[in-house]
């Protein structure tokens, strides 16, 4: 209030600081991003706003749209409300109407492209849900891949915006935003590819948390440390905010605040209230532009702060009891509070009336206007628009006096307050769909002493939360709830620890979601649910299997069909022939393979379950060419082709393009090859699913490869590799990154050869994937055999084919196993380095016969089928 009309000061290297990144976007059209750290009050929103008048009244960067991070806020929060920003769907907006908007904006910025598909995703951030697609069906069953298309299509959206007209995106608050929200906002900054200024703020609280966000997107990212300004500049600023003072601002008045402030141009505006409060200053006209009366005799009396906590205590003593106690309310319900509420908390030891009149009651009116003083006194804000329909919102302006209030409630009557405001929220529209709300009524509930049913508010969280791919979020949620819980409602903890060992799997943190099964199968098994403990086993057993522990996972496996099977669980036995079948395959054991996964095709085609026959019906194929039955594969695949395409299920249609396009592959067919690529990569990018385009581009890149087209590979495989990066896919970038080794070892560069494949090798040992490493310690002794290393290191090479058998042992991989000891004889026995050596050839030779012997079993032709072509089964558990 006081500050409003005070110019910005002492502020002019962080205003130049902020023009050149300005001046950088509008000549680059790249991305720049600033981030200005400091206290609360220093001035990192005003100098933001003065940058934002200007932007808005030139023609550089006109359109600037905002998001402000809240404490203990939903995923994705800060994007959520500048989405809602740049879309003008404000909160209490029609559903419908705000839709209508969103779709209208998103054709308008993607020339009707995919409108569906685009506002589907950027709906989940807005809470507005949108019709399904082809391609939101799909990923619906895939949340990492969901997860990835989602961050990958706000980008993309961002980017088309920004073509059409260069804008400013505000991000305020940092330190107090929800990881979701910041690991968005690390990868548009590291990816984006647009004319847009990326402008945050934050206290030294984010730098804290996340030390390397000052390195975040590199030399398109600066970092200003706002600090307090000189005395020079307190004292000029202090003038202007006493201006309306009779006669002008007493030297004295302002010495006294300029002291008390330290530089802070915020504790200087608190002063001035303060001057206010105690006497000092008297308002003669208006408020703000006076004039003010000064009684210079107060300021001798009075007690004046001598710190921030003393300044805050004066301001809440200076209030009536009235005031106090909405304030009081207020803080109990959070930073941001609704009016309801107040008024429930208000009337909570108050008698109805014995006839309750529908206009408006005194204690309405009451509380209005002690609203409207507050506000004048510049304690709260009211917002425009509001979370809950019909309801007006408050903010307090100052958190610090949120914070002193809230501690002078005392527990006893807290608890009572939390309980009346969590009756308040359950009975709101929308609550029990929203996020957000979920968790403030948990909080609620549990200060209310209330755990159980704030456990129930943190679990259905997580399920909205899961819904909509905020995996971290969730697992938080999930980890609250069951410790709220405790020990009661055991069949609603098992479901919950089903799911929170999902969103663990889906966030990498493998041992937790582990210990969250167990905890599942120990109360199956407790309350004799076998149906639940199937569960529970199936989902421990893909996660040893996904690892490489395959005997455990064939344990696990196994015991989840028994106790499908033991209650007639048709679904959940068709499951665990599948998982089983899966397993068996990576294992190489191809007959018992196809014999599981035949079973669950029965099963499913009883039960008329057309995507899961599908997916069958791959997964069969799949078995089929690795089992040397190419026709049989065929047959499988063009099978699930049709039912795909006839379900209108894209992603489908696009992995069994693919496996059709390896198959002809392997047959040397090269040219079908690129064709059903081809088909496979329209059908990707019609849908704008970029994680299996990058899977079509490295199939097309290993085909050209192939075919000698190095060049024409190199290409390609780039292409797939920026998406994967874009993405963070890490298991496909792998892939991409053991074919670019491929390519540059066909054109004799070895370098580049050796740097891909030493990357692969990496990413496959991130991702804890050994069967996919195992392969790419094959192409990278391939690599260090053709000289990548320079003379000296056959050793190693032998070491790397060795390596690479260990591991296809450990997992069972039987042809993986037998192209590892084909590819390390064929060069021992070419190497002139081990021409001499009688032991290694003799072993060389040996692992030569046991090779064949194994293709001869599985029905392999004389030259194996292409490495690595028919990859292991990969991805979270379903």
């Known amino acids: 209030m006081y500050g409003a009309n005070v110019a910005l000061t002492g502020r002019d290297a962080e205003m130049a600081r902020l023009k050149r990144a300005r001046d950088d976007v509008a000549a680059s059209s790249e991305p720049r991003i600033v981030t200005l750290v400091g206290p609360t009050g220093t001035g990192k929103s005003r100098i933001l706003e003065e940058l934002a008048r200007e932007l808005a009244a030139s023609s550089s960067l006109p359109r600037v749209f905002r998001g402000r991070a ?10 959520a409300r500048l989405l809602r920003h740049r879309f003008g769907v404000y909160e209490g907006l029609d559903k419908e109407a705000a839709r209508g908007r969103v779709r209208s904006e998103v054709a308008r910025v993607l020339d009707d492209r995919k409108v569906e598909d685009v506002a589907h995703f950027m709906g989940q951030l807005m809470d507005l849900d949108f019709l399904e ?17 989602q961050r990958a299509v706000i980008k993309s959206f961002f980017e088309s915006d920004a073509s059409r007209a260069p804008m400013c995106l505000i991000f305020e608050d940092l330190d107090l935003a929800d990881d979701d929200s910041l690991d968005l906002l690390r990868y548009l900054a590291e990816n984006l590819s647009a004319p847009i200024l990326m402008l945050c703020t934050a206290r030294s609280e984010l730098l804290a948390r996340h030390q390397d966000w000052g390195e975040l997107g590199g030399e398109r990212h600066q970092l200003i440390d706002v600090g307090p300004l000189g005395p020079e500049e307190s004292a000029q600023v202090a003038n202007i905010m006493l201006s309306p003072c009779e006669g002008g601002p007493p030297e004295a008045l302002v010495e006294a605040a300029v002291n008390l402030a330290g530089g802070n141009p915020g504790l200087l505006e608190q002063m001035v209230r303060i001057f206010h409060d105690v006497g000092v200053l008297t308002v003669k006209g208006d408020p703000q532009d006076g004039p003010w009366g000064v009684n210079l005799d107060r300021l001798a009396s009075a007690r004046l702060p001598l710190t921030v906590e003393d300044a805050v205590a004066a301001r809440i003593s200076a209030l009536s009891a009235e005031q ?17 509420a107040l008024l429930a908390l208000m009337r909570m030891d108050s008698p109805p009336p014995d006839l309750w009149e529908a206009e408006a009651g005194e204690d309405e009116a009451l509380l209005d206007k002690i609203l409207g003083e507050l506000i004048t006194r510049d304690y709260l804000l009211k917002l425009p628009d509001s979370a809950f329909p019909g309801e007006t919102e408050y903010v307090f302006k100052h958190n610090l006096e949120r914070e002193k209030v809230s501690s002078l409630t005392s527990a006893a009557l807290s608890r009572r307050y939390h309980q009346t405001i969590a009756d308040w929220l359950s009975q709101q529209a929308g609550t029990k769909s929203s996020e957000e709300s979920l968790v403030m009524l948990g909080k609620h509930l549990e200060r209310a002493g209330a755990r159980i049913q704030a456990g129930e508010a943190y679990l259905r969280a997580g399920d909205v939360a899961r819904s909509g791919f905020g995996s971290k979020k969730a697992a938080d949620y999930f980890a609250k709830g069951l410790d709220l819980l405790g020990d009661t409602d055991a069949r609603r903890r098992i479901d919950a620890l089903h799911d929170f060992g ?8 493998s041992d937790e979601a582990l210990a969250a099964f167990r905890q599942m199968q120990q109360l199956a098994f407790q309350l004799n649910l076998k149906a639940k403990g199937g569960a529970a086993h199936n989902r421990i057993g893909r996660l040893y299997r996904d690892t490489g522990d395959l005997q455990n996972a064939f344990e696990h496996l196994k015991t989840g069909l028994a106790l499908f099977s033991a209650v007639g669980d048709e679904r959940g036995v068709a499951a665990s022939h599948d998982d089983l079948g899966k397993l068996l395959w990576i294992k190489g054991e191809y007959s018992a393979a196809l014999r599981d996964m035949k079973t669950a095709l029965e099963a499913r085609r009883r039960i008329g379950d057309r995507r899961s026959i599908a997916l069958s019906l791959n997964n069969i194929g799949l078995v089929w060419m690795d089992h040397g039955r190419a ?9 699930a082709l049709t039912i795909r395409k006839e379900i209108a299920d894209p992603i489908g249609v696009v992995e069994t393009l693919a496996n059709l396009g390896r198959i002809a592959k392997q047959q040397g067919d090269f040219q079908r090859a690129l064709e059903l690529f081809t088909e496979g990569y329209e059908v990707a990018r019609d849908m704008g699913e970029k994680g299996r385009i990058a899977v079509v581009l490295t199939c097309l890149g290993e085909t050209k490869t192939a075919m000698g087209q190095a060049d024409e590979a190199l290409k390609l495989l ?15 970038l792998g892939e991409v990154k053991r074919g670019l080794a491929d390519a540059y070892l066909a054109q004799d560069q070895l370098r580049p050869a050796r740097e891909s494949i030493k990357q692969a090798v990496d990413l496959f040992g991130r991702v804890r994937s050994k069967a996919h490493l195992a392969i790419a310690l094959r192409t990278l002794a391939d690599v260090t055999a053709a000289g990548a290393w320079g003379e000296g290191h056959e050793g190693k090479a032998v070491d790397y084919y060795m390596r690479s058998i260990a591991l296809c042992k450990e997992i069972g991989n039987e042809l993986e196993e037998a192209r590892s000891y084909r590819a390390f004889a064929a060069y021992v026995t070419a190497s002139p380095h081990y021409k001499g050596n009688q032991d290694i050839q003799r072993e060389a030779a040996r692992l030569s016969v046991i090779a064949d012997e194994i293709f001869k079993r599985h029905r392999i032709g004389p030259l194996g089928t292409d490495p690595g072509s028919m990859r292991p089964p990969t991805g979270s558990i379903p």
Do not use: Y
């Open 70 to 79: 809240r404490e203990g806020a939903a995923p994705f929060a800060v994007f």
């Open 133 to 149: 697609s082809p391609l939101t069906r799909a990923l619906a069953d895939d949340p990492v891949q969901a997860r990835l298309v």
């Open 324 to 340: 106090r106690r909405v304030l009081e309310h207020g803080a109990t319900m959070g930073s941001v509070f609704w009016q309801g």
């Open 502 to 509: 999902d969103v663990l799997w889906i966030a990498g943190r």
């Open 631 to 639: 026709a049989k594969a065929q047959e499988a695949l063009e099978a």
């Open 718 to 732: 780039k292409q797939a590799e920026q998406i994967c990066d874009d993405l963070g896919d890490k298991l496909n």
